[in-house]
């Protein structure tokens, strides 16, 4: 199994500024991921993060607006740029072992207050 | 778009009673998935089961598939209150077998 950690746990940011959210995991995962939580609701995939290579967006995530960087194995980050109060949500961290299939431990979260 | 629905959306029980709960999906599947996500906590994966397997076990938890009607469910027996929090069902899209598209989830309380 793998420990996932993020910082920070919780921010409350004004709109218009970024926010880095950094995930560190214990060992080394190859796949890792990023998904939003908003108020109540389910988990929806912004990105794949790839090693050393741009991140995998899905349908309605732009890198502009969610910049991912994943320098090792066992580290990421996501930017939300330029915050809206539709920003506001859980962001969480996941990553799979070394054999890249499931299960998928998660981080945290990073809950997001934006005004 | 969202790949499991989970029915009922939410469950209030008395702890020692059994908890059932059911996800319907849309599209064909290798696994599915349920996990746990304590208020304000990241989601612990529960149980998987493989397409090609009709029941399993772990522990209180016994989760079927039934890939004809699209459909699995959760049963969760002999429920203590340490089980409230919120259930997902989730499925990795066929050749993918790491992403993961989450149901809306069921919130469970169990009642001391």
């Known amino acids: 199994s793998a420990v996932i950690s993020q910082k920070p746990s919780r921010d409350i940011c004004q709109r218009g500024t970024s926010l880095t959210i950094q995930c560190q995991v214990d060992?080394?995962?190859?796949?890792m991921f990023w998904y939003r939580q908003q108020p109540g609701q389910s988990l929806t995939l912004i990105a794949t993060?790839?090693?050393?290579?741009?991140?995998?967006?899905e349908s309605g995530f732009v890198i502009d607006k969610f910049p991912i960087s994943r320098p090792n194995l066992t580290f990421s980050t996501l930017t939300v740029s330029n915050m809206s109060p539709e920003d506001s949500s859980i962001y969480l961290c996941?990553?799979?072992?070394?054999?890249?299939?499931?299960?998928?431990?998660f981080g945290p979260g990073t809950r997001l207050t934006v005004l | 778009s969202q790949q499991g629905e989970e029915d009922p959306q939410a469950l209030s029980i008395q702890e020692g009673e059994n908890a059932t709960m059911n996800c319907s999906y849309k599209?064909?599947?290798?696994?599915l998935q349920w996990y746990r996500q304590n208020s304000g906590r990241g989601l612990v994966h529960l149980i998987l089961?493989?397409?090609?397997?009709r029941e399993k076990h772990s522990g209180r938890l016994r989760v079927t598939l039934d890939t004809s009607k699209k459909s699995s469910s959760l049963l969760i027996t002999a429920s203590r209150a340490a089980d409230t929090a919120s259930y997902f069902c989730?499925?990795?899209?066929?050749?993918?077998?790491?992403?993961?598209?989450f149901g809306k989830g069921i919130t469970l309380s169990v009642r001391p």
């Open positions: 996941s990553g799979t072992g070394l054999a890249g299939g499931p299960p998928q431990y």
């Open positions: 599209t064909s599947i290798n696994n």
């Open positions: 060992s080394q995962v190859t796949m």
């Open positions: 089961i493989r397409s090609n397997e």
């Open positions: 989730a499925t990795p899209p066929a050749g993918a077998n790491s992403k993961l598209t």
């Open positions: 993060a790839n090693q050393g290579s741009e991140a995998t967006y």
